[in-house]
């Protein structure tokens, strides 16, 4: 069988191989008597299944094409990786609070951008920050400070305004995504590009 057709079903492999015993009984009988014609249409009749039983369940799975992770999916595991991440370290509990403020803020945004303006320039701004940003222009860069640069006042000072813009601009977004003011997803896209280097 070829491996673009689809499989046979078992009841059409059965009335194959039925009427195909019915035949070879009927032109044997007058040759060789009910009981032989019978016995050998039997037997061809089971050749026969056995065979396309063979061909249908040996034939090669159609290949299976994976859907790609939405951009919110995708933004959603990097978010849910850098926090194992960070409850994994030691670090200050006021900022792990407000890291983990931060990611939870850009999970309920995710969904709602790449639905309401899907493709647009500002749904790929926010995708970066979950996906770039965040995780690896922030949150890395911190985790990898060793413990007394973590504690470090002017650190600290450091993370909290940048966390602090971040959480600004997404409550933003949240209120442009909310009432809907199109007009202002382009500028709000270019103003977190140039704010962010994104």
Do not use: C
Request: cysteine-free; glycine content about 4%.
């Amino acid at each position: 069988m070829n491996n673009n057709e689809t499989k046979m079903p078992a009841y059409i492999i059965g009335i194959i191989t039925a009427v195909i015993a019915i035949i070879v009984t009927w032109i044997l009988i007058p040759a060789f008597g009910p009981i032989v014609g019978i016995l050998i249409g039997l037997i061809v009749a089971s050749v026969v299944y056995m065979v396309l039983n063979y061909f249908n369940q040996t034939e090669e799975p159609s290949e299976i094409i994976a859907e790609p992770a939405s951009p919110s999916d995708t933004g959603i595991e990097s978010l849910l990786n850098i926090n194992i991440a960070l409850r994994k370290e030691i670090i200050p509990e006021e900022i792990r609070t407000l890291y983990e403020s931060i990611i939870d803020q850009l999970i309920d945004v995710l969904p709602k951008v790449n639905s309401e303006v899907s493709g647009g320039e500002l749904a790929w701004v926010i995708n970066r920050m979950a996906t770039e940003y965040l995780p690896e222009k922030s949150i890395r860069p911190y985790l990898s400070m060793d413990d007394a640069q973590r504690h470090a006042e002017d650190t600290i000072t450091s993370v909290k305004e940048s966390i602090a813009g971040m959480q600004s601009e997404l409550s933003e977004v949240q209120d442009i995504l909310s009432s809907h003011k199109t007009d202002e997803f382009n500028n709000k896209a270019k103003f977190l590009k140039t704010r962010f280097k994104m």
